[in-house]
């Protein structure tokens, strides 16, 4: 196979058939931003050390800067774009806001993201738990405090938590 | 990244035939793909593993587990059994990385991560693990994260993983299968001391892929098992000194048998069985602890920056076997869910 191929690729993003042409090295945070047009997805780092790339791929949590495209191949990815229902937020993002929980935003669509990944996890179970658990996710604004606050409150709102 | 061919391996033998071919196994990705955006590998040919299963996590009946290759850290460090079982590695997994990095790295792949010595890293200086006989800039550089146990004089880099340092104390087997048949390789004979050749990590021969690792019975180890970690903050950094330590108690309080392996001193998990021995017999308290430490430390020295792990990995093996004679579970500091 030439390297220079490139690969189809289908996947099903936030709800809707997508379907691409990507070169091997085409990783899926870049496949998401320059090819589907989602640019919510934030590029930090693209090391997997700032988490601002968080999107979830089976309902599951991961660093999109360090998957390629091709191998995410039938998957179901959902991105900060597909949190919502329609025009009503999802409740980890009215939590943010209640909380104050971002300032210039840049790493909260990833915050979001591994908030919800986070919550399907279910292994987080207390305030503790979830500053271990969201570690992943830097924030240089330092909104730490409001972060938890805002994930323990929606994981109390599910009884999950004991907040 | 440099281009290069993908290719999805439709099962094991092809995986092995391209792997042979010089092709860089994939499977979550989380390291190879990092290390092929600095430039530090170029593969021509990336195969991805990701299809071939692979992936279980499986009770044996004498006992042990099976893990496979494939199954991620995450789902690992949480399945049932492995926390009841075998908590030390439950706990060495949770200590590593992030959330979102343990539900994509894979058991076999948490084996193969590379060193991250800022010089491996920076393709702008010499490095022999990097590029052999060009020099060691962390022998009187940057080398706060460095070596203090086995190191060479080309290399004083050390293995980042957590869930390794698990592995080595509990005495796993690397399962591989390669052109020539499968083999098992004792965890103790995986990862290389650097010695003059820091370029080879591991004792993996070409086109050969870890399929499983299996772990022995230590049901014995069960209730007082314990993994330090120490590092620069809380959570989500790489270990400057990590212990797992795991005791055998009598009703008493003799030890009937101890296993203490050290991370983030050596170019691989740190154990040395005659320090283990010394413990046998001795009633669990810091005088037998000191005397353990003594051993396993013989020879430690630093580089200038790292000097201060000597008395840290010292100070983390005492606190090791005080919190594991203690018992599992009473570590006091990070959260990591679901405590068991």
């Known amino acids: ?163 | 990244m440099n281009p290069f061919t993908f290719t999805p391996a439709a099962n094991l033998d092809a995986a092995i035939a391209a792997a042979s071919q010089g092709a860089r196994p994939i499977a979550g990705g989380t390291n190879l793909l990092d290390l092929m955006k600095e430039g530090v590998m170029r593969p021509a040919g990336v195969v991805d593993i990701n299809h071939l299963g692979l992936d279980e996590i499986e009770a044996n009946a004498d006992g042990g587990m099976r893990l496979g290759a494939l199954a991620r850290n995450a789902d690992t460090a949480y399945h049932p059994v492995v926390r009841k079982r075998y908590p030390l590695l439950s706990a060495a997994i949770l200590a590593g990385a992030s959330p979102q990095l343990r539900n994509m790295a894979s058991n076999g792949g948490n084996l193969m991560q590379r060193t991250r010595c800022v010089y491996f890293y920076d393709i702008g200086t010499p490095c022999n693990k990097r590029e052999p006989g060009t020099g060691c800039p962390a022998l009187d550089g940057v080398n706060r994260q460095h070596a203090i146990l086995g190191e060479s004089e080309s290399c004083i880099a050390t293995h980042p993983s957590d869930m390794c340092v698990a592995l080595r104390a509990l005495d796993a087997t690397v399962q591989v299968r390669g052109p020539n048949g499968e083999r098992s390789i004792p965890f103790a004979e995986f990862h290389r001391l650097p010695e003059d050749r820091p370029d080879i990590d591991n004792t993996l021969q070409p086109g050969e892929i870890i399929t499983h690792l299996d772990l022995p019975d230590a049901d014995r180890f069960m209730a007082h098992s314990a993994y330090i970690k120490v590092r620069d903050r809380l959570s989500y950094a790489f270990a400057l000194v990590s212990c797992a330590a795991a005791l055998d108690l009598d009703a008493d309080g003799t030890i009937r048998a101890a296993r203490i392996a050290l991370g983030g001193v050596a170019h691989k998990p740190w154990r040395v069985e005659a320090a283990e021995q010394a413990l046998v017999g001795q009633p669990a308290g810091e005088q037998a602890f000191v005397a353990a430490a003594n051993v396993l430390l013989a020879g430690a020295r630093g580089h200038g920056q790292n000097d201060f792990k000597v008395p840290l990995a010292r100070n983390a093996i005492l606190q090791a076997l005080i919190i594991a004679t203690r018992g599992t579970g009473s570590a006091p500091g990070a959260s990591q869910g679901d405590p068991a």
């Open chain 1, 1 to 163: 196979m030439e390297p220079l191929q490139k690969h189809p690729v289908r996947m099903r993003i936030n709800g809707q058939e997508r379907e691409f042409n990507v070169e091997s090295w085409v990783t899926l945070l870049d496949l998401l931003r320059e090819r589907a047009g989602l640019t919510g997805t934030k590029k930090g780092c693209d090391q997997g050390q700032c988490g601002a790339c968080t999107v979830l791929v089976d309902g599951k949590r991961i660093n999109s800067c360090l998957t390629l495209a091709v191998m995410q191949d039938g998957r179901e990815i959902t991105t900060v774009e597909g949190l919502a229902d329609n025009d009503q937020l999802h409740p980890i993002q009215q939590a943010f806001i209640d909380c104050d929980a971002f300032q210039c935003g840049y790493c909260t669509p990833g915050q979001l993201c591994s908030a919800v990944g986070l919550m399907n996890e279910g292994h987080a179970h207390d305030r503790d738990d979830v500053r271990e658990l969201m570690s992943g996710n830097l924030c240089r604004c330092g909104a730490y405090p409001q972060i938890a606050d805002a994930v323990v409150r929606v994981m109390g709102a599910k009884g999950k938590v004991a907040a």
